[in-house]
């Protein structure tokens, strides 16, 4: 295995999803930069084209080499002296005149634990503000919810990868790992595979058994199989007795949702009912796994917690090779959630209303637990109220282009707009970046030494291949810096962030203790809980009890709501949101990449098509009640005609956040990307000289950037 000292090669991990396949990266004669495969539990040796070509951005021409600030309303190229100041001026002043959480902090699911836990001691030390939250509420935040509520514990998969390879059955709902997780696929080869999805994926191309609901309608179809599986008997009776609670209240709810009511609200016919609840009952080893297409919805914690019911009915679990888990989406999606970034949270998956927890890290901080903030705003109430009363007036971004990703984004980039002062730390000048007052360039994931734990639970190393170019800091040095100007001075090495964090996360859910680098290295990898240096980690949960107080695990009753909107006369199609093989994200980094081919599109049955007259590849304009998008359209077959879906990693008049809706889940506070109610309109033929829109200099009242900075 390379070390840190070998410079010229290193065995890492990808810097993009949550299956972190394992890479080894080498420096050719002119320092280009290679890329290869290495086996690994989650990738046998396999990467995407994501993945492949992720070094490309290492040297590309966009990549951000010194810090810039905003004079005259253009951002110019500064010292880090300045930069710096800059900030701490700023923030000394907004916290004088309006209180310490007028300044906030936004991270990101991409950053390695260590930067995440910096990230979260920077907001609750060195600002002492409770206005902190991330991008991952956008993610898993519904499935975490779920979890939770059912086992006391959220860990995205409860066992292995390889647990999922060995399985008879695997369902998976609302989950396009074909596209998202490629070399993830590999897993599901002879297994019998059912996939929940509105349309004909990737994945859903691989399955025995494909499900196409309603957008929206996947609680129903969950109480409706488990109805079917308590009507043939085949509910896992000595199971629920033994390790559960709250099922018989869980029965009278879905004793309402009789098959033949299902399919007349899901679309889903009767048969396949039938069909899914044997597959999974018949089975020795049988799973359930969730993911964005399920969770991204107004009612997306009560939707798994439907899913989780059927899966302790059928006694999956905590027994070895069977079980529920959530298919956690960024590089460190699982890890990102543990140590502090959000907004409710403290490190070690503690609660930041919990005097125990407060009085723990407080300790380990070395400050008083009565200085530690309370909990804060969820994503988006954050970055919708910034600049309003309300709100946080200054704002620091490591890890995320809410631009791009965040829904309503128009009124998020006219919030960000308001600000008195934006920081973004990022790789490139991402639409964010552009917002900004100050910018500064960090390190990339070939250029530093860190942790990342990736969607099975493992905490595995990311190592430096060599350091970042010209003056470009990692975001552990930049948070250090910034500390250290703030009077509460930190590290900026990783291993000892991590050995802090280590003693911050001891004791709580997501222990951390006993993980050395020495141990991931010496193991390739090491799963949490892991609370001491002797403990050999925890690769299965639950096997003998869940972390409830009692043990057991909780069925949770959840019954039907209607979304934040349906469709109706004005605007009368479904639209969903999703990913792209090619695209990553907000697409800051992968629209970059010369090789990574890519555009916006909306997805439309030809059915559809010929109702409104749109050829394939003609643009077409697509309205929701928050604005209108422009694509060109892609006809398939398998899609419902009754539904469109558009990629959402574009910026500019093909931003698919431009038309989504800021409906919250109540308990998650996660955003509806998956549904919308549109309209679709052939794009009218423009008068001559009008502008396409889009590509002009930036001004204000502009319907995508939203109103320009002020100088
Ligand atoms: N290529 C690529 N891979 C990625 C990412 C990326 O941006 N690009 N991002 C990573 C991240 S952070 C994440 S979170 C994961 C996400 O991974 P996935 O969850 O697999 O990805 P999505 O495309 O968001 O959604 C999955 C599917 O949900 C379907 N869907 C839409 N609405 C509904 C509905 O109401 N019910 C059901 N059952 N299905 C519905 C969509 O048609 C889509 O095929 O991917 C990770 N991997
Ligand atoms: N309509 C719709 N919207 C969605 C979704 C959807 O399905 N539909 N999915 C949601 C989901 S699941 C997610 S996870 C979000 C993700 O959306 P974003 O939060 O925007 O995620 P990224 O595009 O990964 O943003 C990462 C930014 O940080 C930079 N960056 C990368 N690595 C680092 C680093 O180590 N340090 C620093 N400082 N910067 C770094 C990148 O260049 C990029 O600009 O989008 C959400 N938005
Ligand atoms: S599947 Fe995910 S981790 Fe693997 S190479 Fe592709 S983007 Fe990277
Ligand atoms: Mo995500």
Same mark, same amino acid.
């Given at each position: ?18 299956? *972190? ?74 916290? *004088? ?13 991409? &950053? ?17 503000? #409770? ?86 309608? +996947? ?36 004793? *309402? ?20 609840? #044997? ?39 905590? %027994? ?24 409710? *949270? ?7 209303? +919990? ?39 200054? &704002? &620091? ?10 829904p309503r ?11 008195? &002062? ?72 990783? %291993? ?24 991931? +290295? ?29 043990? %057991? ?5 959840? +019954?039907?709501?209607?979304?934040g909107e ?58 929701t009640r928050r ?32 038309l989504t809706g800021d409906a ?7 955003p509806e990307?998956?549904l919308a109610a ?34």
């Open positions: 295995m390379s070390s840190i000292v070998d410079m010229t090669s290193a065995d890492t991990h990808c810097p993009y999803c949550a299956l *972190q396949c394992a890479m080894t990266l080498r420096t050719g004669a002119a320092g280009a930069v290679t890329v290869a495969g290495r086996d690994f539990p989650t990738n046998r040796g396999g990467l995407c084209q994501k993945g492949w070509t992720a070094a490309d951005l290492l040297t590309h021409p966009d990549r951000l080499t010194t810090p810039l600030v905003r004079a005259a309303g253009r951002l110019r190229p500064a010292g880090w002296d300045e930069a710096l100041d800059r900030i701490v001026t700023a923030v000394g002043d907004l916290q *004088q005149r309006y209180g310490r959480d007028a300044v906030g902090v936004f991270g990101g699911g991409g &950053l390695t634990n260590e930067k995440a836990y910096a990230l979260g001691r920077f907001a609750r030390v060195a600002l002492r503000t #409770r206005t902190i939250d991330y991008n991952g509420r956008f993610c898993m935040s519904s499935a975490a919810a779920a979890g939770l509520r059912a086992f006391g514990l959220d860990r995205g998969l409860p066992f292995p990868v390889a647990d999922i390879a060995a399985a008879d059955t695997v369902l998976l709902v609302g989950a396009n790992p074909a596209e998202t997780m490629p070399p993830f696929v590999r897993h599901l080869a002879d297994r019998r595979l059912i996939v929940v999805d509105p349309r004909v994926s990737a994945t859903a191309r691989l399955a025995a058994l494909h499900l196409q609901p309603t957008p929206g309608t +996947d609680l129903v179809l969950a109480n409706g199989l488990l109805h079917v599986a308590i009507g043939e008997g085949l509910v896992d009776a000595d199971y629920v007795a033994a390790r559960t609670t709250g099922y018989d209240e869980v029965r009278r709810v879905v004793a *309402q949702w009789w098959p033949a009511r299902v399919e007349r609200l899901t679309g889903v016919p009767v048969a396949d009912l039938y069909a899914t609840v #044997r597959q999974l009952a018949d089975a020795d080893r049988a799973v359930v796994l969730t993911a964005r297409g399920a969770e991204q919805h107004s009612t997306g914690t009560d939707t798994v917690s439907a899913f989780v019911n059927l899966a302790l009915a059928l006694g999956l679990p905590g %027994r070895p090779g069977s079980g529920y888990g959530c298919l956690t989406g960024q590089g460190n999606g699982q890890g990102g959630r543990e140590h502090g970034q959000k907004a409710d *949270q403290l490190p070690g998956y503690r609660r930041i209303d +919990d005097p125990a927890a407060r009085a723990h890290v407080a300790a380990v901080w070395g400050v008083h637990p009565d200085d530690l903030p309370g909990p804060g705003p969820s994503a988006y109430e954050l970055l919708s109220s910034l600049g309003t009363p309300s709100g946080a007036r200054g &704002l &620091l971004v490591f890890g995320s282009n809410p631009v791009v990703s965040a984004a128009a009124t998020v980039t006219d919030r960000l707009c308001a600000l008195d &002062l934006l920081v973004v730390a990022d790789l490139v000048r991402s639409e964010t970046a552009e917002l900004a007052d100050v910018v500064l360039p960090t390190a990339q994931w070939a250029e530093e030494d860190g942790t990342m734990t990736n969607l099975e639970g493992r905490v595995i190393r990311r190592r430096r291949l060599r350091p970042p170019p010209g003056s470009v800091r990692t975001d552990l040095a930049v948070l250090a810096e910034l500390s250290g100007r703030l009077g509460a001075p930190t590290s900026a090495d990783p %291993r000892v962030v991590f050995d802090e964090l280590r003693r911050a996360s001891a004791g709580g859910p997501a222990d951390y203790a006993g993980i050395s680098y020495e141990r991931i +290295d010496a193991e390739g990898g090491v799963f949490w809980p892991c609370p001491t240096p002797e403990h050999p980690g925890t690769p299965r949960m639950f096997l003998d009890r869940f972390a409830t107080p009692d043990g %057991r695990a909780r069925f949770v009753p959840v +019954d039907h709501r209607a979304p349906l469709p109706d006369d004005e605007y009368p199609l479904y639209l969903t949101t999703g990913r792209q093989l090619t695209q990553y994200q907000s697409g800051a980094q992968t629209r970059r990449i010369a090789a990574l081919p890519g555009g916006p599109y909306v997805e439309l049955h030809t059915e559809l098509a010929d109702r409104l007259g749109i050829a394939d590849g003609e643009p077409v304009e697509i309205s604005g209108t998008a422009v694509a060109p359209a892609r006809l398939s077959t398998t899609i419902r005609p009754d539904t469109v879906f558009m990629p959402f990693h574009y910026a500019g008049p093909g931003r698919a956040n431009t919250l889940d109540p308990t998650s506070r996660m990307f998956k549109a309209r679709l309109t052939r794009v009218r033929p423009r008068a001559a000289g009008a502008p396409a829109g889009g590509s002009g200099p930036r001004t204000a009242g502009d319907p995508v950037v939203g109103a320009g900075r002020p100088a």
